[in-house]
């Protein structure tokens, strides 16, 4: 069974970094395209950056050159670093292992299926 559990959400003032976790158990994250995903309530959920199993990444526009997501594979754990947070940037987090059927998403130009989710963790950003 997959399990995803994100962690290191919380509330920042603008221009500070945080590092979000995603622990995964049940999947080994190396072998497939991860991603991590935001959500507003009201908006639809968006792609922020993934890395796929050459550990390619891609990036939405939005957080080109201030987001680095990054995996450990000994941990089998996947990490999203924040910087130079805007108060934009608030919303919940998920992280996401590519599955077939799923759910698919263009994440700076480049499509997957994603299908395993964890339950999210929240960064708020004020200014």
């Known amino acids: 069974q997959v399990q995803l559990v994100e962690s290191g959400g919380d509330s920042v003032q603008a221009g500070g970094s945080l590092r979000l976790s995603c622990a995964a158990s049940g999947v080994t994250t190396s072998n497939y395209c991860m991603g991590w995903f935001r959500h507003v309530p009201g908006t639809e959920r968006e792609g922020v950056a993934s890395i796929d199993a050459n550990g390619s990444t891609t990036y939405a526009d939005s957080v080109k050159g201030r987001f680095a997501i990054s995996q450990d594979n000994g941990r089998n754990t996947l990490y999203l670093q924040l910087n130079s947070l805007k108060p934009d940037d608030t919303a919940m987090y998920y992280c996401?292992?590519?599955?077939?059927?799923?759910?698919?998403?263009?994440?700076?130009?480049?499509?997957?299926?994603?299908?395993?989710w964890g339950q999210g963790t929240q960064v708020t950003v004020f200014s």
């Open positions: 996401a292992t590519q599955r077939s059927p799923g759910t698919y998403y263009k994440i700076g130009g480049l499509g997957t299926w994603f299908g395993y």
